[in-house]
């Protein structure tokens, strides 16, 4: 009987060690070599009626703490995905429970990250979230107090950077035909009557607004538009044209869109690579902004929003690009492995991920007819 007790005790004690160990909910902390900078991070796993649920935060970096897309474990294996950053991590816990030797997939190259359950001694501090950006009175017709243009020399074909840092609007490789496109929301085909130049000579923009304050959207394309008259000298006047144009519509299937985890005025926009082809990364994005994106740098025409969707949404999308797009310039995205099936064309991967169709039309489309155009004047 005694003999019998004990063996009851010992496989009390199994089973309770084997639960604890499938017992995911906690923070687990970690610190991730990206090159030269090491960034401490925080996963903090919850349960909510029986299912897992996280949250990721990144200490060293001044950005808002984001959700995980899903999370899993099977066994001692542990998987989750953040899909607006496009993160991926896989991992294996340890028997005790209290670590995850895994490996942190943001691209095309994994890194070893390691992960180990906070303690009350052990804990790092999650910050409080930063505040919102003060905004612009919304009344406001800002100008840049001060503006330096310089020639970019690189030989660039397509504009690399256009960004605004605080107070800090910045680009990088764009032409004056970039800076027509984004500041009056027009695609290249858009702009008739111009000089050959205004796509082929690059610049780099530094400026500052002269009011104080994060600007709208719109605020930002003022500025822009006022700097182009100025440093440009541009005049022109709008017509209409029948142009072959993309028609983005919600698919018959519904829109599969995702409100953004974001805040703030301004949209983020992109492209990074991943394991089966390019993503296009929205982030606090309208779908204006996104066909705004698609018809700038993406496709070879006008893209018109007919989906009627006004909220904001977080957006990944990825796709096999062909010889149309990216002006024939495409950027020089990583091989993909083999073994690894490629991601679907573009127009299927938007219909697969956001639930949207874009089809091909001739339509009345607005365009920007230029009058008078110079190239920029010395700083």
């Not at 935060?57 to 984001?66: A, H, R, T, V």
């Not at 027009?186 to 304050?213: F, L, N």
């Not at 072959?244 to 690579?273: E, N």
Request: glycine share 8%.
């Amino acid at each position: 009987m005694k003999k019998l007790i004990l063996c009851a005790v010992a496989l009390v004690a199994l089973v309770g060690g084997a639960l604890r160990a499938q017992d995911l909910t906690g923070n687990w902390q970690g610190t991730l070599k990206a090159g030269n900078k090491d960034l401490r991070v925080i996963v903090a796993v919850t349960k909510d009626d029986g299912r897992l649920k996280g949250k990721f935060y990144s200490l060293d970096q001044n950005i808002p703490p984001l959700n995980v897309s899903s999370i899993s474990q099977d066994g001692s294996t542990v998987k989750f995905t953040i899909d607006l950053a496009g993160i991926t991590y896989q991992g294996k816990m340890s028997v005790d429970s209290n670590a995850i030797a895994g490996t942190w997939t943001q691209g095309p190259n994994p890194i070893p990250l390691n992960l180990a359950r906070a303690t009350k001694e052990t804990a790092w501090e999650i910050p409080a979230p930063p505040p919102p950006p003060k905004m612009m009175a919304a009344d406001a017709n800002p100008s840049f107090d001060v503006a330096t243009i310089k020639p970019n020399p690189s030989g660039g074909s397509s504009m690399q950077q256009l960004t605004l840092n605080g107070r800090d609007f910045k680009t990088v490789n764009s032409s004056l035909g970039d800076l027509i496109q984004f500041a009056y929301n027009v695609q290249s085909k858009q702009i008739v009557g111009a000089p050959d130049w205004i796509d082929k000579d690059r610049y780099d923009i530094a400026a500052t607004p002269d009011q104080e304050g994060a600007p709208s959207l719109d605020q930002l394309r003022t500025m822009i538009r006022k700097l182009l008259a100025d440093r440009f000298q541009l005049k022109f006047h709008n017509d209409k044209r029948e142009l072959s144009a993309f028609v983005l519509t919600v698919d018959k299937s519904g829109q599969k869109l995702k409100p953004t985890q974001l805040t703030g005025p301004l949209p983020g926009t992109g492209m990074r690579p991943g394991p089966s082809g390019p993503i296009l990364v929205l982030f606090n994005a309208t779908v204006e902004n996104f066909t705004s994106f698609l018809q700038a740098l993406v496709l070879d025409r006008p893209v018109v929003d007919q989906t009627g969707l006004t909220g904001r949404y977080d957006m990944n999308v990825p796709f096999t690009p062909d010889e149309s797009m990216f002006n024939g310039h495409p950027p020089p995205f990583p091989k993909i492995a083999d073994g690894v099936e490629p991601a679907p064309a573009l127009f299927q991967a938007i219909q697969q991920t956001l639930g949207l169709k874009l089809t091909a039309e001739k339509t009345q489309v607005s365009v920007i007819a230029i009058d008078h155009v110079e190239k920029p004047s010395a700083n």
